[in-house]
């Protein structure tokens, strides 16, 4: 894919997220392909990733749900974009409150479509901009710690010596 035809998939997929339009949403994802969400784990396949977009993702953010991409960059199947996006949470725990993030978002792509995705999010500030009490947000950031670490990436990443990836290329 060059860059022009990432962009194009990133209208799509912003458009169709705003909207949360799951169909749509999951449109641009290969038939097995994987959404990987800090929040809500992870989604494969069409069906499965649509259902995250409608009927949890949109059910938590409204309709007021924005999502824009920035800086997108592509070479061939991997691709990169930062984005910002905002909320005003419709979680009864804590409605109307509005939530402001920023991401970075990682897209292997297969025929023209998403196989993989996945985001560097800072959600504990997301937490702290709804209100979660801090006993909570410790106990969530520290879930997301432990994933992180049990990630094949990492444990490949830690599994090397400091240095080693100068001799792979």
């Known amino acids: 894919m060059n860059l022009a035809e990432f962009k194009l998939l990133l209208a799509r997929f912003s458009s169709a997220a705003e909207a949360g339009d799951g169909t749509a949403f999951a449109a641009c994802f290969t038939e097995d392909g994987i959404y990987h969400d800090y929040i809500y784990g992870d989604h494969q396949g069409r069906d499965d990733i649509a259902h995250m977009m409608s009927h949890q993702f949109h059910r938590d953010a409204g ?63 997301a937490m702290a901009q709804l209100g979660v009490q801090p006993e909570r947000l410790a106990k969530v950031c520290a879930k997301w710690g432990r994933m992180l670490v049990e990630q094949p990436e990492t444990q490949a990443f830690l599994a090397r010596d400091k240095g080693s990836w100068k001799d792979a290329g």
């Open 63 to 125: 309709e007021g749900y924005r999502w824009e991409m920035f800086d997108p960059m592509c070479d061939g199947d991997l691709a990169y974009a930062w984005s910002l996006s905002t909320f005003i949470s419709t979680v009864p725990e804590f409605a109307g409150q509005r939530v402001v993030i920023d991401g970075m978002s990682r897209f292997e792509l297969k025929d023209g479509l998403i196989k993989d995705y996945r985001e560097s999010v800072n959600g504990g500030v």
